[in-house]
């Protein structure tokens, strides 16, 4: 955020007055007009005046925060995530409250330093009647997504960014706060509010999930993979069997308006099905989704309905406790129809069925943990829990209290009633270590004891629990490397490999083409069909990010299509080929270079490249092991796609 030089701002606010001012606004979106309306007459901005907004005292912000204390809770963690898809390091996410307030923000330490200078920081008040027409306030004003660009903002000053917005509902349907994305970039606002539409929904269920702990939750869908995913309906229903709360989903299912109309029902109004029926089939089938029939309509819905979460660490049958890791894994179920897959899994799942650790090597988001998770499906423990632990995630003074747990009292801030650590959570089940090759080296000593004797002592207490669990890790470092630099215990990594598996990347599944056509057809909802130009797109991207960039790039495509169809149109222009060297007569995107004419894959697929060695800064040895291929067959594909290996002045 620049200043805007007095000429700049003179001209921003002789367009606003003139746009105002002529026939039927032209030249902007209604949305926008509307709302330089209301500063000018309601909220009486001045928009040659210099803006900033008003920062909260420590003392406010802190109060401001304890209100909405469960909301971010819910929503932090998917901020980060929504960050880290966006990949852009000049955008930040924001949460903002009802009153405009900014509670959480997301941002790379550069940006956030430089945009914070002018206002855009937490504690400082984003509404629209403080700041003028921006992306957080005027989405609070409409209840409805929003996009500002560059110069639809009131003020001149904030000219140089655009704000993607969209309300977050609580269980009862009220907006309590508005999740924002603003960037440099005028670029990628569709996918950018696609995504953010997504993220929204997913703390607005988690919101449900947290307010409702004392209700039994029913996940519902009309095709019983979808249970569990973004699309689910979800209800919770009090003991006496009355609907509390729905997600939009859920309404939209079922063809309700609103919440409180679902609210004045009872489960067994909506559906054929009474609470403690559908309680007992879901522990039946170990909470796989049953069938159940709508009361009105006889459409079949299937379902799960759980225990409410303030039981699930009291007495209560075996098969219920924990069912908080095994019952709402919120992880899609995975496809292994490569054959090189179905053998590993298969082998392993004799392996790890006799108590021999599994080793799971394999390139970011190629499946690790859902493999893992397959692994403890098909095990004789699949009816306990599966507990997974990323190791790299946990700062190193929580790793400790999180994976062997702790006595009450045992350190200050410690909770009343002491804590069962994961692996204790894990006892009959699975437990899964994720990113093992980032465990700091003082507990490595403790976890290979707990391999050995089966025996746990939490922090502060002397007497040892027994523990008995399957044990699959995973890490995407080479652990041996580890070993030779000396931060990774030998003796501990021979215990953890009984057997070691390597995963394939995505691009060298065998069964890729059946894999991109389920999973889409799971991010839409229903089925769908693509082009003939996006299945070889599909079919030939390299996938650094592996099933998970598939995945992401799916979902956010198939919100994108109303039709039946994927075109090229849907999917991110990131995995798009690049427009500049697909055509023999078009500039080639590195001048610099002559480029022979490149098929649109050919081009695609040096465009992927040519980033790849920007990000490793043009050393061939990286990419090629980021690829997961030999430097030669690296330089092959660099000569037939014109590649030269010295980077762009
Ligand atoms: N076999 C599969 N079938 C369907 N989807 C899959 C499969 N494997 C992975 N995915 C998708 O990819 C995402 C990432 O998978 P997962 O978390 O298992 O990867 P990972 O290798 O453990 O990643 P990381 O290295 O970052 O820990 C999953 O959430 C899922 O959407």
Request: with cysteine.
């Amino acid at each position: 955020m620049s200043t805007p030089t007095p000429n700049a701002v003179r001209g921003h606010v002789h367009r606003i007055h003139d746009i105002l001012e002529r026939e039927g606004d032209a030249g902007v979106r209604d949305l926008v007009s509307s709302s330089w309306r209301r500063c000018l007459r309601d909220y009486q901005l001045d928009p040659s005046a210099p803006a900033f907004p008003t920062i909260l005292t420590d003392h406010e912000l802190a109060e401001r925060r304890t209100c909405a204390e469960d909301i971010i809770e819910c929503a932090k963690h998917e901020m980060t995530t929504l960050f880290q898809q966006l990949g852009d390091p000049e955008l930040a996410v924001v949460l903002v409250d009802t009153g405009g307030v900014i509670l959480h923000m997301v941002a790379a330490p550069n940006f956030s330093e430089e945009v914070g200078r002018e206002g855009f920081r937490v504690g400082a008040v984003w509404s629209e009647g403080e700041i003028g027409t921006n992306g957080m306030g005027t989405c609070l004003v409409l209840g409805e997504p929003v996009v500002v660009r560059q110069h639809e903002h009131f003020f001149a000053k904030f000219t140089g960014l655009t704000c993607s917005a969209v309300p977050i509902f609580d269980p009862d349907g009220r907006i309590v706060a508005v999740l924002d994305v603003t960037s440099r970039s005028t670029l990628m606002q569709q996918h950018s509010l696609v995504l953010l539409g997504m993220t929204a929904q997913m703390i607005e269920n988690r919101l449900i999930d947290r307010r409702h702990r004392e209700d039994y939750p029913v996940h519902f869908h009309s095709r019983p993979e979808l249970v569990y995913t973004l699309h689910e309906g979800m209800l919770v229903v009090s003991e006496d069997g009355h609907i509390r709360a729905a997600n939009r989903s859920a309404l939209f299912q079922l063809g309700f308006d609103s919440v409180e109309s679902v609210r004045a029902k009872r489960l067994d109004e909506v559906f054929q099905v009474s609470l403690d029926d559908i309680v007992s089939r879901s522990v039946r089938s170990s909470f796989h989704p049953v069938p159940a029939f709508s009361a009105g309509s006889s459409s079949r819905f299937f379902m799960v309905a759980q225990e409410p979460a303030s039981r699930a660490s009291q007495e209560r049958p075996r098969a219920l406790i924990d069912a908080e890791a095994p019952s709402r894994p919120a992880v899609p179920a995975g496809h292994f129809s490569d054959a090189r897959l179905t053998t590993q899994l298969a082998l392993a799942g004799k392996v790890v069925a006799r108590g021999i650790p599994v080793l799971l090597h394999g390139e970011t988001g190629a499946g690790k943990e859902i493999f893992a998770r397959a692994l403890h499906q098909a095990s004789p423990c699949s009816d306990g829990p599966f507990v997974a632990v990323n190791c790299a995630s946990l700062p190193e003074g929580l790793i400790e209290s999180e994976l062997f747990g702790y006595r009450a009292g045992a350190f200050t801030g410690a909770q009343r009633s002491g804590r069962r650590g994961k692996i204790l959570q894990a006892d009959r089940g699975t437990l899964f270590l994720d990113e093992i090759g980032d465990m700091p080296l003082s507990l490595q000593a403790r976890l290979l004891r707990v391999l050995d004797e089966r025996m746990i002592t939490p922090l502060g207490s002397e007497d040892p629990v027994p523990v008995e669990f399957q044990l699959v890790s995973a890490s995407h470092r080479h652990l041996p490397e580890r070993v030779a630099e000396g931060l990774f215990r030998e003796d501990l990594y021979f215990r953890l490999c009984g057997l070691e598996v390597a995963l394939p990347p995505l691009r060298e599944r065998t069964d890729r083409r059946e894999l991109i056509g389920r999973m889409l057809d799971e991010e839409a909802g229903r089925s769908m069909a693509m082009s003939r130009a996006v299945e070889t797109l599909l079919m030939d991207y390299p996938w650094p990010g592996n099933l998970r960039q598939l995945r992401h790039v799916l979902r956010t495509a198939a919100v994108l299509c109303d039709g039946d169809c994927l075109e090229m149109a849907h999917l991110p222009p990131a995995v798009r080929p690049a427009q500049s060297v697909v055509l023999g007569d078009g500039e080639p995107s590195h001048p610099a270079e002559p480029v022979r004419e490149l098929n649109p894959i050919e081009a695609n697929e040096r465009q992927v490249l040519l980033q790849l060695l920007d990000e490793h800064h043009w050393n061939v040895s990286q990419v090629a092991k980021a690829l997961g291929v030999s430097r030669n067959t690296l330089y092959r594909k660099f000569h037939r796609l014109g590649i030269e290996l010295k980077p762009p002045q």
